[in-house]
Protein backbone atom coordinates (compact mmCIF):
# COMPACT_ATOMS: atom_id res chain seq x y z
CA UNK A 1 0.00 0.00 0.00
CA UNK A 2 2.89 2.27 1.15
CA UNK A 3 4.54 1.56 -2.59
CA UNK A 4 1.35 2.39 -4.53
CA UNK A 5 1.17 5.82 -2.06
CA UNK A 6 4.76 6.86 -3.30
CA UNK A 7 4.03 6.17 -6.94
CA UNK A 8 0.48 8.41 -6.74
CA UNK A 9 2.25 11.04 -5.10
CA UNK A 10 4.97 11.02 -7.96
CA UNK A 11 2.16 10.33 -10.93
CA UNK A 12 0.19 13.80 -9.30
CA UNK A 13 3.72 15.87 -9.06
CA UNK A 14 4.36 15.04 -12.38
CA UNK A 15 0.90 15.72 -13.64
CA UNK A 16 1.22 19.39 -11.57
CA UNK A 17 4.47 20.26 -14.06
CA UNK A 18 2.84 19.30 -16.61
CA UNK A 19 -1.05 20.58 -16.60
CA UNK A 20 1.04 23.76 -15.00
CA UNK A 21 1.21 26.03 -18.02
CA UNK A 22 -2.57 25.56 -19.34
CA UNK A 23 -4.34 25.00 -15.82
CA UNK A 24 -2.55 26.18 -12.96
CA UNK A 25 -5.13 26.00 -10.26
CA UNK A 26 -5.05 22.30 -11.40
CA UNK A 27 -1.97 21.49 -10.29
CA UNK A 28 -2.27 23.33 -7.01
CA UNK A 29 -4.95 20.68 -6.48
CA UNK A 30 -2.76 17.79 -7.54
CA UNK A 31 -0.29 19.23 -4.76
CA UNK A 32 -2.79 19.41 -2.09
CA UNK A 33 -3.86 15.44 -3.24
CA UNK A 34 0.07 14.65 -3.12
CA UNK A 35 0.62 16.47 0.48
CA UNK A 36 -2.74 14.53 1.49
CA UNK A 37 -1.58 10.98 0.49
CA UNK A 38 2.04 11.91 1.80
CA UNK A 39 0.38 12.99 5.43
CA UNK A 40 -2.22 9.68 5.37
CA UNK A 41 0.63 7.48 4.64
CA UNK A 42 3.12 8.78 6.96
CA UNK A 43 5.07 9.31 3.97
CA UNK A 44 8.04 11.86 3.00
CA UNK A 45 7.82 14.11 -0.19
CA UNK A 46 10.74 12.81 -2.39
CA UNK A 47 13.05 16.03 -2.77
CA UNK A 48 13.10 16.64 -5.92
CA UNK A 49 9.49 17.92 -5.95
CA UNK A 50 9.66 19.05 -1.87
CA UNK A 51 11.38 22.29 -3.33
CA UNK A 52 8.20 22.43 -6.08
CA UNK A 53 5.49 23.36 -3.66
CA UNK A 54 5.34 26.72 -1.20
CA UNK A 55 5.39 25.94 2.26
CA UNK A 56 2.70 28.32 2.84
CA UNK A 57 0.34 28.36 0.63
CA UNK A 58 0.56 25.24 -0.99
CA UNK A 59 0.98 26.11 -4.12
CA UNK A 60 3.04 24.76 -7.11
CA UNK A 61 5.93 26.28 -8.38
CA UNK A 62 7.11 26.79 -11.14
CA UNK A 63 10.40 28.80 -11.83
CA UNK A 64 9.84 32.01 -14.25
CA UNK A 65 5.88 31.71 -13.32
CA UNK A 66 5.01 32.03 -10.03
CA UNK A 67 8.52 31.34 -8.41
CA UNK A 68 11.92 33.57 -8.46
CA UNK A 69 15.24 31.55 -7.76
CA UNK A 70 18.03 33.25 -6.31
CA UNK A 71 21.80 31.78 -4.78
CA UNK A 72 23.13 33.73 -2.10
CA UNK A 73 25.87 32.36 0.73
CA UNK A 74 25.26 28.99 -0.05
CA UNK A 75 21.95 29.09 0.21
CA UNK A 76 18.93 28.58 -2.65
CA UNK A 77 16.42 31.16 -2.32
CA UNK A 78 12.98 30.15 -3.13
CA UNK A 79 10.62 33.29 -3.26
CA UNK A 80 6.88 32.32 -3.87
CA UNK A 81 5.11 35.30 -6.04
CA UNK A 82 1.80 34.11 -4.56
CA UNK A 83 1.99 34.73 -1.19
CA UNK A 84 5.26 36.50 -0.64
CA UNK A 85 7.42 33.57 1.30
CA UNK A 86 10.57 32.68 1.22
CA UNK A 87 12.10 29.82 1.32
CA UNK A 88 15.85 29.03 1.91
CA UNK A 89 17.60 26.05 1.67
CA UNK A 90 21.32 24.92 1.74
CA UNK A 91 23.03 23.81 -1.06
CA UNK A 92 25.56 22.01 1.30
CA UNK A 93 25.82 18.51 -0.69
CA UNK A 94 27.70 20.51 -3.83
CA UNK A 95 29.66 22.32 -1.26
CA UNK A 96 30.36 18.16 0.48
CA UNK A 97 30.89 16.59 -2.80
CA UNK A 98 33.79 19.46 -3.77
CA UNK A 99 35.31 19.75 -0.37
CA UNK A 100 35.68 15.55 -0.46
CA UNK A 101 37.00 15.78 -4.05
CA UNK A 102 39.88 18.66 -2.56
CA UNK A 103 40.97 16.43 0.04
CA UNK A 104 41.06 13.77 -1.82
CA UNK A 105 43.20 15.08 -4.33
CA UNK A 106 45.44 16.44 -1.76
CA UNK A 107 45.93 13.14 -0.05
CA UNK A 108 46.70 11.36 -3.31
CA UNK A 109 49.38 13.96 -4.13
CA UNK A 110 50.73 13.80 -0.56
CA UNK A 111 50.77 10.25 -0.44
CA UNK A 112 53.05 10.46 -3.57
CA UNK A 113 55.60 12.58 -1.95
CA UNK A 114 55.50 11.19 1.73
CA UNK A 115 58.45 8.67 2.43
CA UNK A 116 57.11 5.19 2.62
CA UNK A 117 58.94 2.46 5.49
CA UNK A 118 60.27 -0.26 4.18
CA UNK A 119 59.81 -2.66 6.94
CA UNK A 120 57.47 -2.60 9.74
CA UNK A 121 60.11 -0.91 12.51
CA UNK A 122 59.04 2.42 12.02
CA UNK A 123 60.77 3.38 15.31
CA UNK A 124 64.52 4.17 13.72
CA UNK A 125 65.80 6.02 10.37
CA UNK A 126 67.09 2.89 9.06
CA UNK A 127 63.63 2.04 7.76
CA UNK A 128 63.19 4.43 5.68
CA UNK A 129 63.56 4.83 1.78
CA UNK A 130 65.49 7.73 0.97
Not at 2 to 11: H, P, T, V
Not at 21 to 43: D, G, M, Q
Not at 81 to 104: A, D, Q, S, V
Request: positive net charge; charged residues 40%; contains cysteine.
Amino acid sequence: MIRIARERIDILFQLADKEFSKHPERSHRYVELARRISKKYNLRIPRKWKRRFCKSCYRFLKPGYNCRIRLSRGRIHYHCLECGRIMRFPYIREKKFKRRNKIERHTLKKGADEKIPINNNTTGREGWSQ
